[in-house]
């Protein structure tokens, strides 16, 4: 698939993955587009849906998010204007591949320092033009986009497996499960002791009396971090699977399979995650 091809591959396939610790599937949300991966169009389709014709926006994000280059491509698509304001000043276009994608989109970049980002975040991502887009593409329309994973599966499974940074996709898919649903939920946290995230997730999770694991010790060192083998662990399945997994999120969730013994059937969201 060419990353200028529409629409994408949706509902994602859910594919057997031959595994002798439990009977593992997994969905391949990676496959819904090569940019627009994973979790970042179901955050997005309902952002787009919303906005009115070339209306400008403005979005948020590290040098190293993953949901710049993924709004930076569906504004140019859909024919929005739009501006990524990114955390550090030292920075510019040429800094990484990921800066460097983003501005041959048409994204206009605007580098601000690590405290005003922080104020930013704290206000709200208030104080500029065109529409705004939370940090990561969350809001509403995240929550919503991201309960689709869970309306796509045809059978409860009986653990369901992903990754979290900010914990958006798991709460989406938590509000779209209904109360007392069986299915338990693993979260891999790619943040080391995310407890403001683990709180709510938790929280959402008891309300709806659906069993919840938070993961927070298969984090190799916190987000940004790996070892030499949590790679080579992720170049095996890849070489056997044909499946990319990126370290931040998806390596994560793979390795915390391998170490866990799970019974019934298990599926594995894989949120995507592009490498520039
Ligand atoms: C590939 C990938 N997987 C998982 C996540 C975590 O998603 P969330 O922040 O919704 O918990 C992200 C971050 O958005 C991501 O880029």
Not at 30 to 56: A, C, Y
Not at 164 to 173: A, M, N
Request: proline share 5%.
């Amino acid at each position: 698939m060419k990353s200028d091809q529409f629409p994408f591959m949706l509902p994602s396939p859910l594919e057997k993955l031959n595994f002798e610790g439990c009977d593992l599937w997994i969905k391949r949300d990676d496959l819904i587009h090569p940019v627009v991966s994973g979790n970042k169009w179901r955050k997005l389709q309902g952002f787009f849906q919303m906005l009115g014709t070339k209306e400008p926006i403005t979005t948020f994000g590290g040098a190293f998010s993953n949901h710049l280059p993924a709004a930076a491509f569906a504004a140019k698509y859909f024919g929005h204007p739009i501006m990524g304001v990114v955390r550090g000043e030292e920075l510019d276009a040429t800094s990484n591949g990921l800066l460097a994608y983003c501005h041959s989109q048409g994204m206009i970049l605007e580098f601000i320092s690590r405290s005003a980002y922080r104020s930013l975040r704290k206000q709200g991502w208030i104080g500029y033009e065109g529409r705004l887009l939370p940090e990561g593409g969350a809001g509403l329309h995240a929550l919503e986009g991201c309960g689709e994973i869970w309306k796509e599966l045809v059978h409860d499974p009986d653990h369901l497996v992903l990754a979290s940074g900010t914990g958006t996709t798991v709460l989406g898919i938590l509000a779209a499960m209904p109360y007392l649903c069986k299915t338990r939920i693993h979260v891999i946290s790619a943040v080391k002791g995310a407890l403001k995230e683990r709180a709510k997730v938790e929280q959402q999770a008891s309300l709806k009396q659906i069993v919840l694991h938070w993961e927070d010790e298969v984090h190799f060192g916190g987000f940004g971090k790996w070892s030499p083998a949590l790679i080579e662990n992720a170049e095996m399945f890849e070489q056997a699977t044909g499946i990319p997994l990126e370290p931040n999120y998806n390596a994560k969730v793979w390795a915390y399979l391998q170490r866990t013994n799970l019974e019934g059937k298990v599926v594995w969201i894989h949120t995507g995650g592009v490498r520039f």
